[in-house]
């Protein structure tokens, strides 16, 4: 089954009752997708995420296997396999040999399954047309005034493709532009189309203190003003500061709730090499910063801040907004 098929049947209650397992194929895991599918109301009842890599193999198994008073729940996998590491195999076999009586939910990067009744795939296209970009937001529900539907042309003038991920991305942010961001348009859609000027990379190089930070921060630094980028770095630092602090308390939902927006390479690896106590003076800096630059001042805040993020000044001590 296509992903535009898909779209079509999956609304009909029916449709959930025919298989136990769904199985999402696809190139690359496109996680702004599930999101929004997850928080959407598509599902016959709501999903419970099961992360294999949190628990004990086995423990998960029976909560899949067993049923109380002949209940059956919707679980997600996500892309279990791809990060499944030693343990692949076995979850591959489970999975496969899977029939209920629940319904099962995941994504993989490869067709590794054999077909069977029990089993639905959805082929997921590696990107959209501008066509299939105007089914995917009216499936979320999705209502574009005139002055949006021209902004669509326009970024598919821009790129004529563009990914899933690209798709939602675009899909979040005109819940929150307003009109005045029409003139801005060709300026930012670079910011999500070309991935030597996206946020997101320039995120991933800060938390993973990578020197090609400064080199990309030097190309988009001037795409906004200091207020935002204020605003924008303590949003990440905020998030991840919770990220840590759950993840070593092994409140592994809890951290998955706050991590949206946050480099996938931090919630998975960068988050061990930081504090809890490091992120929580990064953020108060920020928030002086911000007071100060609200109040009059032009002092290279952000110059500083970075400067004490690479040296790990943050992570060693109190640090002064002025000496």
Request: hydrophobic share 40%.
């Amino acid at each position: 089954m296509e992903m535009l098929e898909f779209l079509k049947q999956s609304k009909n209650a029916s449709f959930w009752n025919q298989f136990s397992l769904f199985c999402f194929i696809g190139k690359s895991y496109p996680l702004l997708f599930f999101r929004l599918l997850h928080q959407s109301d598509v599902f016959p009842q709501k999903p419970e995420y099961v992360d294999f890599e949190e628990g004990n193999f086995q423990p998960i198994v029976a909560k899949l296997v067993q049923s109380f008073l002949g209940q059956s729940s919707f679980y997600l996998l996500g892309n279990c396999l791809e990060k499944s590491g030693r343990k692949k195999a076995e979850i591959l076999k489970f999975i496969q040999d899977y029939e209920g009586p629940h319904v099962v939910s995941l994504f993989v990067s490869t067709d590794c399954f054999k077909d069977k009744k029990t089993l639905q795939k959805i082929y997921l296209p590696e990107s959209l047309t501008q066509k299939t970009f105007m089914e995917l937001a009216a499936f979320f529900d999705k209502d574009f005034s005139s002055t949006k539907k021209v902004m669509i042309d326009r970024i598919f003038k821009y790129a004529k493709t563009i990914s899933i991920d690209e798709a939602c991305r675009f899909l979040d942010y005109f819940d929150l532009i307003g009109l005045k961001m029409t003139d801005q348009l060709d300026k930012w859609i670079g910011l999500f189309l070309e991935p030597e000027k996206s946020l997101f990379t320039l995120a991933d190089y800060f938390f993973a203190r990578n020197n090609k930070f400064f080199t990309l921060w030097n190309k988009i630094s001037d795409d906004y003003p200091d207020l935002f980028w204020i605003m924008y770095w303590s949003d990440q630092v905020w998030r991840a500061y919770y990220v840590v602090k759950f993840q070593r308390q092994k409140k592994f939902q809890e951290a998955r709730k706050v991590s949206p927006r946050l480099p996938f390479a931090f919630v998975r690896r960068y988050w061990r090499e930081f504090s809890s106590a490091e992120l929580a003076k990064s953020h108060d800096f920020l928030y002086k910063a911000d007071f100060a630059t609200k109040t009059g001042s032009n002092f290279c805040f952000l110059d500083l801040f970075f400067s004490n993020h690479f040296l790990k000044r943050f992570a060693n001590g109190p640090v002064k907004l002025y000496n």
